[in-house]
């Protein structure tokens, strides 16, 4: 069981050698941190050392690095290093006191034996400083900034947070800085901005902070900003995990999954993703999860997927709220519950993403889980739509064609499916081709719809190549061609378009463009009778 105490100063815990500056707020051990036994350091008499992780609050980075530790064992720590905007002590095992001075702000001695009944090798514990005079008023206000900062980030007022980030990273505060840099790379409360996103990543690295090393990798790494630098990009990631990013080694693990500077080794990023999902990484955990639910590094194990994702989506991270809706939705991994499956995605759509937005469409529309409503449907598709997918697109023209939740409106389909089929979406660009070739909510236009079916014949879509050879038959847009009409017909039953298997049928029956021959047509009768095609069905009994 996690053992926590959290323990106020009083002089019946804490012997003050002179007046300070700063007080200790709680000691606090940590049972389920691995970081003493990945980081594992011994001392002089070779003995497994433990990790005192000093965080900080209300001082400075510059004044964090002058404190001095000794402890009763000896004259020093063994070892001292800054992780996660924490300093990092290792210790040897049964260490009773800690001495912890600052040239300007005094010393304390901390009695750890009064909060711990024993510092035990490869554990970890966390002493949390706080700086109290008016020296750090100024430190207080940038945090101040920063926390009101983030609270506007969890709630999705990205506004509102650039506004607080920026004051908080005016006046220098690592932190908001580094959340600064982030609104600007990723157009949150702000437009775009690679070259700001850059500047306060690093104001934020200048201050030796971690994450923003990480970040910048991202900059280099994602293509966003200009073409990828891989070597770059794994510069800033190995030097984040020297000073302990979490996020940094999820990065490092997205590197070996892709195989972007390094060579592809799902086992090397699943190791990566574990570390840092251990640290408590949102993103982390939830590669971790995408993992196990691939089975790419690891063995496939929905379960541990669900654990996973859960742990992420409980930090708020979108992606988890989403990958974990879609657990509940198919049941992997757990019992399938729509609601509960409705519940995760709605969360995750809350935060704009694209896939729980799309889920949540078609649950409304087909009342699975919920009530079916063909508004709230709408309402979920445009959001996906209007971000870019080309699947919501399609479902929105698909509302507007038929009028479901709105007044049929083929302009406005054509107007969506046209989207969607820009995209690349091979249904769509058929659907688009078949409005031109009605003239639905167009002109007819044969070229027009001659243009979009052969885009998506290109994708080997079944169906515009069946409606290139009713063109060529009925000579629209095209002077009639039999050979046309065989070659685009055969390739459409060929990949399973019962209507064209029926069609290539009659050519045989008939000896359109073929030969006659009975026995290959009622072969692709059969096929298409297979698919449950009445047509071929009764011409197979009338064959017969």
Not at 109 to 117: G, K, M
Not at 324 to 353: C, I, P, S, T
Not at 357 to 378: C, H, K, P, R, T
Not at 401 to 428: C, P, R
Request: charged share 25%; with cysteine; hydrophobic share 35%.
């Amino acid at each position: 069981m996690k053992k926590f105490l959290f323990t106020l100063i009083s002089s019946l815990l804490f012997l003050t050698l002179s007046a300070q500056d700063f007080e200790i707020v709680g000691v606090e051990s940590l049972p389920a941190d691995m970081s003493a036994r990945e980081e594992m350091k011994t001392d002089h008499n070779d003995r497994q050392c433990a990790l005192l992780r000093i965080a900080t609050q209300n001082i400075a980075p510059e004044q964090r690095e002058k404190f001095i530790f000794k402890s009763d064992l000896g004259s020093e720590v063994m070892e001292r290093a800054s992780r996660l905007g924490e300093i990092w002590l290792w210790v040897s095992p049964g260490l009773k006191y800690l001495r912890i001075q600052h040239p300007d702000w005094g010393q304390y001695e901390l009695r750890l034996i009064d909060h711990v009944a024993r510092v035990e090798a490869l554990h970890t514990y966390k002493i949390t400083i706080v700086g109290k005079s008016s020296h750090f008023q100024e430190n207080i206000a940038e945090t101040e900034y920063y926390t009101k900062g983030m609270a506007s980030f969890n709630t999705n007022d990205y506004n509102a947070a650039f506004v607080f980030f920026s004051e908080g990273a005016k006046l220098g505060h690592a932190e908001s800085q580094l959340m600064l840099g982030r609104l600007y790379y990723d157009g949150k409360g702000t437009e775009v901005n690679c070259e700001k996103a850059s500047y306060w990543f690093q104001q934020a690295i200048d201050q030796n902070n971690a994450d923003a090393m990480a970040w910048m990798s991202d900059v280099y790494g994602e293509g966003k900003c200009g073409d990828p630098n891989y070597e770059k990009s794994l510069q800033y990631i190995r030097k984040s995990i020297e000073l302990g990013s979490a996020y940094g080694m999820n990065n490092l693990g997205v590197m070996y999954s892709a195989g972007y500077g390094v060579t592809q080794d799902y086992v090397e990023a699943v190791h990566w993703y574990r570390k840092s999902a251990e640290l408590g990484n949102a993103i982390g955990q939830c590669q971790l999860g995408t993992a196990y639910q691939r089975g790419k590094g690891v063995d496939k194990n929905y379960l541990e997927a669900v654990s996973w994702f859960r742990k992420s989506a409980n930090q708020g991270e979108a992606k988890a709220q989403y990958k974990l809706g879609y657990m509940y939705y198919m049941g992997y991994g757990v019992n399938q519950d729509y609601e509960e499956a409705l519940k995760w995605f709605r969360n995750a759509a809350e935060q704009d993403e694209i896939w729980s937005q799309l889920y949540l469409g078609d649950m409304y529309f087909e009342g699975i889980g919920v009530a079916q409503d063909s508004n709230e449907a709408i309402y979920w598709y445009r959001k996906a739509a209007e971000q870019g997918c080309d699947i919501a697109q399609r479902n929105l023209g698909y509302m507007y064609y038929h009028g479901y939740g709105v007044a049929q409106d083929y302009i406005e389909a054509l107007k969506w499916y046209s989207f969607s089929a820009n995209e690349g979406n091979a249904e769509t660009q058929t659907i688009v081709g078949r409005m031109y070739e009605m003239g639905y909510g167009v002109a007819i236009d044969y070229t027009e719809a001659m243009k979009w079916y052969k885009k998506a014949a290109d994708q080997d879509y079944a169906e515009a190549q069946y409606r290139i050879g009713r063109l060529y038959v009925e000579g629209k847009g095209v002077a009639t061609d039999a050979s046309e009409v065989l070659k685009w017909i055969s390739r459409s039953a060929r990949n399973g378009y019962s209507t064209a298997q029926y069609a290539y049928g009659y050519m045989y029956e008939k000896g359109y463009g073929v030969d006659k021959n009975s026995v290959e047509a009622m072969k692709w009768y059969q096929k298409a009778a297979d698919q449950g095609y009445k047509e071929a069905i009764n011409r197979l009994k009338e064959m017969k």
